[in-house]
Nanobody, 125 residues
């Protein structure tokens, strides 16, 4: 069974940085695109970033220039470096493995078949 475990969340001040990690076990890692999403209370799950099997990153406008996604296939791990954080970044952050078939917008949660349990990120003002 594929399992994803996120870590690295916590409390940070406005303008600060955090680095999230997501370790994948129980299945292959390198052939799959990976994504990060976040969900704030009362809001829908929001796409944050994705990285394909070749290491090409994708970002929405809301985080481009502040967040950096990367992967280490030797460690079955995907990372999300978050800089210049604001209170609007407060949410539970989830990593997910892309299903590897169908449309590849990378932006829709339905394109991912395995999810982690999430890690809380809180940015204080």
């Amino acid at each position: 069974q594929v399992q994803l475990v996120e870590s690295g969340g916590g409390l940070v001040e406005t303008g600060g940085s955090l680095r999230l990690s997501c370790v994948v076990s129980g299945g292959t890692f390198s052939p799959y695109a990976m994504g990060w999403f976040r969900q704030a209370p009362g809001k829908e799950r929001e796409y944050v970033s994705a990285i394909n099997s070749r290491g090409d990153p994708y970002y929405p406008t809301s985080v481009k220039g502040r967040f950096t996604i990367s992967r280490d296939n030797s460690k079955n791990t995907v990372y999300l470096q978050m800089n210049s954080m604001t209170p609007e970044d407060t949410a539970v952050y989830y990593c997910a493995r892309h299903r590897d078939y169908g449309p590849r917008t990378y932006m829709r949660p339905g394109e991912y078949d395995y999810w982690g349990q999430g890690t809380q990120v809180t940015v204080s003002s």
